[in-house]
């Protein structure tokens, strides 16, 4: 299939066997959209450092116009604006099994500590103004 060169075309089936490493290998990839030119790593990319391999392989397999992988970078030769995901349908059924029910642990850790840091917040905002 010829494919317009401004243009992105992600097959969003076949980044993965299942629904929890395609919906992170896309969210990795997006990673480098919009980014202008020049050589970026994980850490300017914001990634995890499990997720710097996924996009390494992935960009071996899936040569791009837009970037290259280099020794221990990527270069972007230009923004990346305009992408098509190729089978949305898997992506919105992966989305719909994704969202648990319940709350994770982390869920519910990062829950417990915004309030205890807003209670400890609020407590010394009010011993200052009694003071």
Known sequence: MNQPEELLFLHYAALATTAQER???L???SAL???PPGLYDGTALGLSPGAWPQLCVWLQHNP???WTLEQQSIRIHRACQKHVIIGTGQLIEDLHF???SRPSFDDVWQAASRFIQQNIEGISHDQKAEA
């Open 98 to 100: 994704s969202s648990p």
């Open 64 to 66: 791009s116009p837009f």
């Open 27 to 29: 969210a990795t990839i």
């Open 23 to 25: 919906l992170q290998l």
């Open 33 to 35: 959209f919009n980014r």
